[in-house]
């Protein structure tokens, strides 16, 4: 059980990465206030849980009943990134003035909270993959999903603190440094993404040769 624990906690910590999402954070939630930034990342770390915990317990059983593979959380969320990454470097679209301005930002935390952090930055195809991987690995035990169900609410606190954290860093930046480093942030994002794209790709030609 030890080995499980330990294996599996390393895996999550590793695949999501929570002190890299720091600096992408700060750029997506650039003219947000603090108490905005602290909802928004609270709000995105508890979705991101609630799914990967949905995945450990259900996500075997759903792939098999819809017949979606892996490669398809891949390529989709490799597409999803990238359209994140075009966002931060070319800049933001204008959003529509005529809106109520406290209506707009309540709809842009839920809209950013689920997307594009909760979805695909924490739990992303990878956070996604590792976590089926490692259901399947508990032979539907209730013990060992138990203690699967844990280390995702760890790892799903932890980036909660990494997020609330970043802000600190915004002010140190600066405007034009949180400018510089979204669009330099953006490029290794879309990196990322291509990554995702070519991975799934390669995936899906190997299982169907």
Request: charged share 10%.
């Amino acid at each position: 059980m030890l080995n499980f624990v330990t294996s599996s906690f390393v895996t999550l910590a590793v695949v999501i990465d929570p002190i890299a999402l720091a600096p992408a954070f700060i750029v997506i939630t650039r003219g947000l206030t603090l108490a905005e930034r602290r909802v928004l990342a609270l709000r995105a770390s508890i979705i991101a849980g609630v799914i990967l915990i949905a995945m450990a317990l259900l996500g075997n059983w759903l792939l098999a009943q819809l017949r979606i593979g892996l490669p398809a959380f891949q390529i989709s969320g490799g597409v999803l990134l990238f359209a994140v990454a075009a966002r931060m470097v070319f800049g933001d679209h204008p959003r529509d003035e005529s809106r109520d301005a406290e209506s707009a930002v309540r709809e842009k935390i839920a809209d950013l909270a689920a997307f594009p952090l909760a979805i695909p930055l924490i739990a992303g195809p990878g956070a996604i993959t590792a976590t089926l991987l490692i259901a399947s690995q508990t032979g539907g035990d209730p013990l060992r999903l138990l203690v699967l169900v844990l280390i995702i609410a760890a790892i799903s606190a932890i980036s909660a603190a990494s997020l609330l954290l970043s802000g600190q860093v915004t002010g140190i930046l600066g405007h034009t440094g949180n400018i510089v480093l979204a669009r330099l942030l953006g490029i290794i994002l879309a990196a990322f993404a291509s990554q995702f794209l070519i991975d799934g790709i390669k995936s899906a030609f190997q299982l169907a040769n």
